[in-house]
Nanobody
Framework: QVQLVESGGAMVQAGGSLRLSCAASGIILSITAMGWYRQAPGKQREFAASIFSYGGTVYIDSVKGRFTISRDNAKNTVYLQMNSLNAEDTAVYYC????????WGQGTQVTVSS
C-alpha cells in the first residue's frame, strides 16, 4: 500500500510564495502521475496541477504562470511551487498519486491573507 505525506502548507500574505511537498512511500511499483487538487471553503475539490512520469505537466488556468509542479522520481516526491499567491488560492491542497489507482494524501492547509 502507498502512503502520501504532504508538507509545506502555511499562512502567507498575498503576493507571497509557498512550496508544497508530497512524498510517496510504501510498495511502489510505478507512479504514472502525481499532482495536486485543492478545495476552498464551501467549494468542491478542483484539480490544480499534475505531472506525468515522462515530465509532462498540466495546470488549471487560474494557476498557470504562477504555480510550477516538479517531481523527483528517485524520491517519489512531487513539489508545487506557488508564487504570487492571492486570496483565491486559499484552500486545503491534496496530493494524489496514480500508482496506478489513485491514492490521496491527507491534505495541507494554505491560507493567503489579503
Amino acid at each position: 500500500q502507498v502512503q502520501l505525506v504532504e508538507s509545506g502548507g502555511a499562512m502567507v500574505q498575498a503576493g507571497g510564495s509557498l512550496r508544497l511537498s508530497c512524498a510517496a512511500s510504501g510498495i511502489i511499483l510505478s507512479i504514472t502521475a502525481m499532482g495536486w487538487y485543492r478545495q476552498a471553503p464551501g467549494k468542491q475539490r478542483e484539480f490544480a496541477a499534475s505531472i506525468f512520469s515522462y515530465g509532462g505537466t498540466v495546470y488549471i488556468d487560474s494557476v498557470k504562470g504562477r504555480f510550477t509542479i516538479s517531481r523527483d522520481n528517485a524520491k517519489n516526491t512531487v513539489y508545487l511551487q506557488m508564487n504570487s499567491l492571492n486570496a483565491e488560492d486559499t484552500a486545503v491542497y491534496y496530493c494524489f498519486a496514480d500508482v496506478p489507482g489513485r491514492t490521496w494524501g491527507q491534505g495541507t492547509q494554505v491560507t493567503v491573507s489579503s
